[in-house]
């Protein structure tokens, strides 16, 4: 199609011309599904930001006097009760409040991160880049789980280490360990990004005018990066989190101290549910997960076509 | 082609070594395999853990050790698992077997699927069916393995017998107890969903591939001449459009070993499948140093040589790529 | 004029667009005869290109198509998928502008001929492989016998263009249309392309469809000219007349705009084509042509004889004395 139009003329005069940045905008708010995520991803923040009033109980508390264990969803307990009788909706919000802050952290952690190695190896090139993009392939193929145990272990041994980022189990270790794996794919973007920059006239002109490389970097490579960096950043949400959901699951995940719980956490109990049939149990913690990561990856996927209309929409 | 290959491969053994080396240091580190050696055996004699440090290269001194660990390793001098003293071989291998049938069951199931639906999709961008593939394949990257695993099981293990009366598809192991021999159906009823666990992650990922690199080709100028050929549809879209499609496809794959690698681990794992998932975390939790060592070499190796395959397969597919 | 090759007539092609419809040919008669070379010109977003794609069956299905396409009697338009797609490659080929994209890169150039052979005949692969040998010998592609075996992006981009012209004609096709084949060439290779292209005409008979925005093009090779403007044909006849006495102001202006001999300056036509989205009621070209009358815009021109051209220039009887030349 494009090959046919390409050569005619369209217009008399310019329609109303717009910023990119207001084009972005208007193609994101374009993407339906985006906007539904969006909206369901703000409510559920909300919520979790304001826990003690959406919260109907304590973490630790049980609904009422024993028996109080696994009860089915009820009016006392809108999602039903686990093995020690606490109430499941109020422990969901509780463990979501955590694991979105692990997301979160560890995600700016990765994208910072990322960013700085990317941009150095890109702009510097050769044999720096060269080792760098050799450790991101290797990591990127190295079956995760196996990687973030193994290293969770090594790090936990390391004395001096534990001192900064706290013992295997607790929240400021976990957000480490997923930084230390998330910022592969965001180096692998920002240096791709660089290459690609560099070659454009702009970038030229503005280094044959004398501009100094910190001067480019912040005049042309950031504000051209940052589309992919956002998108980049979504998406590490969802890793940390799902990353964490994992650990957790098989039991080398964070224990948040004095009853405090994690989504991860609590889809690890559903293991044992299932065989059980106490499905709420199950189900709720997944769901809620799942929600999450779903929105996220929409939202993610609807910036990046926002900032990036060349790319097609399953990209 | 063949000296490109033999080059290739000439650099996966350095890389080989120098992580199996970090690995080592790694574990060493993280297992301390002393200790959970004192652990499982306290009433060792000292000539015993002597023996057990010289077969697993445990020396105060990292290089050496390794070395001395990698000469038993290539000599097949394999030290005996700390709990149990097994031999690690034959479990190691029949762990390879499970996952190996499972692994390519599930590749195969979600790789032609995926690239299937993923063609599906590109032949209409925008369309109905598009976006019904979209959203599958978002679900798909949205749920992780140990969810879908749940609620399958949930599905099958519970509400299935509980409906109908028969468990159709079993929710653990690869026989059911007490089974002994070798018996197809039972094999593939008890793969079906730990099958579908992983498939639906490659599914997941390739239709988005393909899908992407297929659009890209449909919009190319050889596809057009291609149609003006008097080519028929199909041959211009298979020949055409999904052959120079899969090249960038291949590449990435080869990056994706690890990720299917991964789903397998956590899917036997939920699964009480008998394969390296189950092998590997049993052992990580033990601190099983001579039981995980083999295991992560194979590992390793496997995501070499797979990228190593992609690269050759790259080369094959694409004239441009130059081979010197 | 029932004796010619390829007729198309009143075609129009609409683009259904996110800004409307847009009319990219807008009623166009074409007559090629037998063998000769017709060269079909006009600036970029005329339709020339468009019209032919139409007649192909090669535009994308947000097109519109009404009209005739009659290949050597045989309608086109509205014919069944299967049987344009027996026309298509054998009697009607085509050879496109940008010879770099044109050849898929992930087979070797033979292999893109054999196909196009043993898609329209029954022959066998062996005789098919000797048979694209023999083609790429007469493009002129030395060492033909190993160059089958080449990827394209071993040869040269006018290499390339004539792997593409040997494509084409490999089934001996009745008309050849080229879509500015020269265009993404250097300026010594597109003089090789256009010999190529006139020994295929000579040697096998074969018409082609020349088209081009560049008149030195047309003038080197072309027997007759059809000159398109906004999806329009404003004039045509044998390329001699064209060029000796062209009757509309947009011809005039096309041709003072070529270097020539005695101009101490090109004279570039005034103004822009017009928005193909909502084109004018009149001649296209009237809000351009000093000449204009009210009466150029009160309804569309059609092409009437005039000496032993055809135009559309309502104006041409007035024009012949006072006009430039």
Redesign the interface.
């Known amino acids: 199609m494009q090959f046919l139009i390409r050569g005619f003329v369209l217009i008399d005069e310019p329609l109303v011309s717009l910023s990119p940045r207001q084009m972005a905008w208007r193609r994101f708010a374009g993407h339906k599904a985006a906007l539904i995520c969006t909206a369901i991803l703000s409510f559920l923040v909300l919520a979790v930001i304001v826990s003690p009033l959406t919260a109907r109980y304590g973490v630790n508390q049980s609904v009422k006097a024993p028996p109080n264990s696994y009860l089915p969803p009820s009016k006392l307990a809108w999602l039903g009760t686990d093995d020690i009788g606490r109430d499941l909706y109020s422990r969901l919000i509780y463990g979501t409040r955590v694991s979105l802050l692990i997301g979160l952290f560890s995600a700016f952690i990765s994208v910072f991160v990322g960013c700085v190695v990317g941009a150095v190896a890109g702009f510097r090139g050769g044999r720096f880049d060269d080792v760098v993009m050799r450790i991101t392939d290797l990591f990127l193929a190295f079956p995760f789980l196996v990687a973030l145990l193994v290293v969770r272990n090594m790090f936990g041994s390391i004395k001096w280490l534990t001192y900064i980022i706290g013992d295997v189990s607790s929240l400021r270790f976990i957000i480490f360990l997923l930084s230390f794996f998330g910022w592969m794919g965001v180096a692998r973007i920002v240096r791709g990004q660089v290459l690609a920059l560099k070659e454009r006239e702009f970038i030229e002109a503005a280094r044959a005018s004398g501009a100094s490389r910190a001067y480019i970097i912040k005049r042309h490579l950031l504000p051209n990066s940052i589309g992919p960096i956002m998108v980049a950043l979504t998406f590490s949400v969802v890793g940390a989190i799902s990353g964490e959901a994992t650990l957790s699951f098989f039991g080398y995940g964070p224990q948040p101290g004095a009853g405090a719980t994690s989504l991860g956490l609590l889809v690890g109990q559903a293991k044992g549910a299932v065989q059980t049939g106490f499905w709420w149990i199950a189900l709720f913690p997944c769901l809620v997960l799942v929600v999450i990561s779903l929105c996220i990856n929409f939202i993610g996927d609807a910036l990046r076509d926002a900032t990036d209309p060349r790319m097609d929409a399953g990209k | 082609m063949f000296r490109f290959a033999l080059r290739r491969s000439a650099w996966a053994i350095p890389t080989l070594l120098l992580?199996t080396f970090l690995?080592y240091?790694?574990?060493r580190?993280?297992?301390?395999p002393l200790a959970s050696y004192m652990r499982s055996n306290p009433r060792a004699t000292h000539t015993k853990i002597e023996q057990y440090k010289k077969l697993n290269g445990l020396g105060s001194n990292y290089v050496t050790g390794y070395f001395s660990w990698l000469k038993n390793f290539v000599t097949f001098n394999w030290p005996r698992s700390i709990k149990g003293s097994r031999e690690v071989w034959p479990e190691l291998k029949d762990a390879i077997a499970n996952s190996a049938r499972l692994g390519i069951a599930a590749t195969a199931v979600g790789v032609s699927v995926g690239l299937g639906i993923g063609i599906f999709?590109a032949l209409r961008?925008?369309g109905k069916r598009?976006v019904a593939v979209?959203?599958v394949?978002?679900?798909g990257?949205?749920?992780?393995p140990?969810?879908s695993a749940?609620?399958l099981?949930?599905v099958f293990?519970?509400y299935w017998s509980k409906w109908f009366g028969n468990s159709l598809f079993p929710t653990s192991g690869v026989y059911p107890p007490g089974q002994d021999g070798f018996d197809l159906v039972l094999m593939i009823k008890h793969m079906a969903l730990p099958t579908v666990v992983v498939a639906i992650q490659v599914i997941a990922v390739y239709s988005?591939y393909m899908?992407?690199s297929l659009?890209d080709v449909l919009?190319?100028?050889?596809m057009?001449?291609?149609?003006?050929?008097?080519?028929?549809e199909f041959?211009i879209l298979m020949?055409?459009g999904v052959?120079?499609a899969l090249?960038p496809v291949i590449t990435i794959a080869?990056?994706d070993?690890?990720?299917i690698?991964?789903g397998l681990?956590?899917t036997e794992?939920?699964f009480d499948y008998p394969g390296t998932g189950k092998y590997?975390?049993s052992a990580?939790g033990n601190g099983d140093f001579p039981l995980l060592m083999p295991l992560?070499v194979i590992?390793?190796a496997s995501?070499l040589l797979?990228?190593l395959l992609a690269d050759i397969s790259y080369a094959v597919?694409?004239?441009?790529i130059r081979l010197d | 004029m029932s004796d010619s090759i390829l007729q198309i007539r009143d075609l129009r092609v609409t683009f259904s667009t996110q800004m409307g419809e847009l009319r990219a040919v807008r009623g166009v008669d074409v007559d090629v005869a037998p063998g000769e070379i017709l060269g079909v010109v006009g600036e970029s977003g005329s339709g020339k290109s468009v019209s032919f794609l139409a007649a192909m069956g090669l535009l994308p299905q947000s097109a519109t198509i009404t009209g005739s396409v009659k290949l050597d009697g045989i309608e086109l338009i509205g014919a069944k998928k299967k049987a344009i797609r027996s026309v298509r490659g054998r009697s009607l080929a085509m050879v496109f502008q940008d010879p770099l994209s044109a050849l898929n890169p992930v087979h070797r150039v033979g292999d893109q001929i054999v196909e196009m052979i043993q898609s329209h005949q029954d022959m066998n692969t062996h005789d098919a492989e000797k048979r694209a040998v023999e083609l790429l010998e007469i493009v002129g592609i030395p060492q033909p016998n190993d160059r089958a075996r080449q990827y394209p992006h071993e040869f040269s981009g006018g290499m390339r263009q004539r792997v593409v012209i040997a494509m084409a004609i490999a089934n001996n096709p009745k008309v050849l249309i080229a879509d500015e084949p020269t265009t993404a060439l250097d300026v010594t290779v597109q003089a090789q392309i256009l010999e190529v292209i006139q020994r295929v005409q000579q040697t096998f008979g074969t018409a082609v469809v020349l088209i081009t925005h560049d008149l030195g093009v047309i003038a080197r090779v072309a027997d007759s000219v059809n000159v398109m403007y906004a999806g329009r044909n404003v004039e045509s006849g044998p390329v001699q007349s064209i060029f000796d006495h062209p009757s509309h102001p947009y011809t005039r202006g096309l041709l003072s705009s070529l270097p020539h001999e005695g101009a101490d300056r090109l004279q570039p036509i005034a103004g822009f084509p017009p928005n193909m989205l909502a084109p004018p009621s009149g001649c296209g070209f009237a809000p351009r042509c000093e000449f204009a009358i009210d009466a150029c815009n009160a309804e569309l021109p059609t092409l009437q004889p005039f000496d032993d051209l055809q135009t559309s220039c309502i104006r041409a009887v007035d024009l012949r004395i006072g006009g430039r030349s």
């Open positions: 992580v690995v240091i790694a574990l580190m993280g297992t301390d999709a961008p925008g598009d979209n959203t394949a978002f679900v990257i949205s749920v992780p140990y969810i749940i609620l099981q949930l293990a519970v988005r899908r992407s659009l919009n190319s100028d050889y057009r001449t291609a149609r003006s050929k008097g080519l028929s041959r020949r055409h052959r120079n090249i080869a990056l070993i690890g990720a690698v991964g681990i956590i794992n939920i590997f975390l990580f992560m590992i390793v995501v797979f990228n597919l694409d004239p441009r």
